[in-house]
């Protein structure tokens, strides 16, 4: 029989609660705040927005976990609750003159940096969000050896172009390439198809490697084809 870890029943609570429907939180959100009037608590509209701000910021400490790109959401979050209990205890309570400056400067000083540091969170896991993006398209899509498009790339490639674009394509196939990797080991290998696919990076195309010395380049109608293989031609001696 197993037991459910209350820390993880906690997180999936909360996940649970988060994924609520957006007309769902502003109704929660209103009744809250239709029970701090019928509750009498004083300035309630203050206590609202303190409530908010500490619910904000405890979801985020219990379910983010301090996570390095969200630490500035989290004092972001910190310091909007401490803007909010400024705001409410300034209302509550009485202050002398000096004392009410004070608390205005620490609520409004509070409450700025809060929305400076929840933007920077937001603008850094965006960050994060597309190099993590662009490196599942690069595993995805780029041959890592050569740094040319790969099987799926090709295919993508042709089935989004076969239909509207007219062009030449150039299968290459290396000779003897078994015997390279025989002779001088698979590290004199990988050279060679960098340097294949070097010279096929400077087409006037696009570059594939489709199998261990396979590849193929895609040019476009506009650009003459005997001017490419001559290109390539040329270039295949001179690395011979």
């Given amino acids: ?39 009498g608590i004083a300035d309630g509209h203050d206590f609202f927005v303190l409530f908010v701000t500490l619910f904000i910021f405890s979801i985020a400490t219990f379910y983010l976990e301090f996570r390095h790109q969200l630490k500035p959401f989290i004092l972001g979050a910190t310091l909007l609750s401490i803007a909010a209990a400024f705001d409410w205890l300034d209302s509550v309570f009485a202050w002398d003159i ?12 509070s409450f700025a940096s809060g929305i400076f540091f929840i933007g ?13 993006e662009n490196k599942l398209f690069h595993q995805a899509y780029v041959d890592e050896l050569t740094g040319l498009g790969n099987r799926r790339a090709l295919f993508e490639k042709l089935d ?7 062009g030449t394509l150039f299968y290459i ?44 380049l ?4 506009k650009v003459p ?16």
């Fill in 1 to 39: 029989m197993s037991h459910n870890d209350p820390y993880d029943t906690g997180k999936n609570m909360i996940e649970k609660i988060l994924n609520l429907n957006t007309i769902v939180w502003i109704l929660i959100l209103l009744f809250i705040r239709w029970m701090t009037d019928l509750l």
């Fill in 98 to 109: 000096s004392s009410e400056k004070f608390m205005d400067m620490m609520d409004d000083f």
């Fill in 120 to 132: 920077l969170a937001f603008i850094k896991v965006m960050l994060e969000r597309d190099k993590f």
């Fill in 160 to 166: 989004s172009a076969i239909k509207t674009q007219h």
């Fill in 173 to 216: 196939d290396l000779n003897n390439f078994k015997q390279v990797n025989d002779c001088y080991g698979h590290t004199a290998g990988d050279t060679v198809l960098q340097k294949c696919a070097a010279i096929i990076l400077a087409c006037e195309g696009s570059g594939f490697r489709i199998g261990g010395d396979e590849f193929v």
């Fill in 218 to 221: 895609l040019i476009s109608e």
């Fill in 225 to 240: 084809h005997q001017l490419i293989e001559d290109k390539l031609q040329q270039s295949v001696q001179q690395l011979n």
